[in-house]
């Protein structure tokens, strides 16, 4: 099957290539990308990571190799950015100075009565998640927080400061969370109903070696954690 596309070249690193149907897909080198792989997400649309060794004519080809599978995922993740608008649209509205007021707040409190340290706080209109925390205890919360109801709000932030503690989502994590929120699985459970906190099943990966490790992720941009 021959497909038509159009290149738009905008630098040595970087290609837009238009496709049918699929529109502009973003063909970029990567310094981290071992393989060439494509991503799907709600808001950035078709990306292929291109290791620097491998060429932009090879990247198209994998890419033409895998339209049926970019056509059919390109569907499935414009589902679910209409259910993550819709779950925005159903909650109440927020003003966002008081939001970030209230966030960094809670945060302290929290952090004081459990004897958790971060390092910086910074409050976002994340569009793919509720919170984040790195390697150096940099703790990212998503401004939305504010209109769940009040203890999922707590949960995210006690499982970003537990993280301050515990690096994994290993047994531990989960025992020690049950300790600060109660049911920690069923409160994760409730987020998850919250489309943004799909953001893992949100995201479609397809790689040029499908034996990739799934547990060994590098790709989060030094965030372990997608909450
Ligand atoms: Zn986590």
């Not at 070696?209 to 490790?213: K, P, Q, S, Y």
């Given at each position: 099957m021959k497909e038509k596309t159009t290149q738009k070249i905008t630098s040595s690193a970087r290609r837009i290539v238009e496709v049918p149907e699929l529109g502009g897909v973003v063909l970029a080198k990567s310094r981290r990308a071992r393989r060439l792989s494509m991503t799907i997400t709600p808001y950035k649309g078709i990306r292929v990571a291109v290791p620097y060794r491998v060429s932009f004519a090879d990247a198209e080809a994998f890419l033409a190799s895998h339209l049926g599978w970019a056509r059919k995922n390109l569907e499935r993740v414009a589902k679910i950015r209409k259910a993550h608008e819709s779950t925005l649209a159903g909650l109440p509205a927020i003003r966002p100075n008081r939001a970030r007021v209230m966030l960094k707040n809670r945060l302290c409190e929290l952090a004081q009565r459990y004897g958790f340290s971060y390092n910086r706080v910074a409050i976002r209109n994340q569009k793919t998640r509720w919170g984040s925390c790195s390697h150096v205890n940099n703790i990212n919360l998503n401004i939305?927080?504010?209109?769940?109801r009040p203890e999922l709000m707590d949960y995210v932030i006690l499982h970003e400061l537990l993280h301050t503690r515990v690096?994994?989502?290993s047994r531990t994590f989960w025992v020690q969370l049950d300790g600060l929120v109660g049911d920690a699985r069923g409160l994760d459970k409730e987020l998850k109903k919250?489309?943004?906190?799909l953001t893992a099943a949100s995201e479609c990966e397809r790689s040029s070696?499908?034996?990739?490790?799934d547990d060994n992720r590098s790709d989060y941009g030094g965030l372990f954690d997608r909450l």
């Open positions: 939305n927080l504010v209109r769940l690096k994994n989502h919250h489309v943004l906190g070696n499908e034996a990739r490790d």
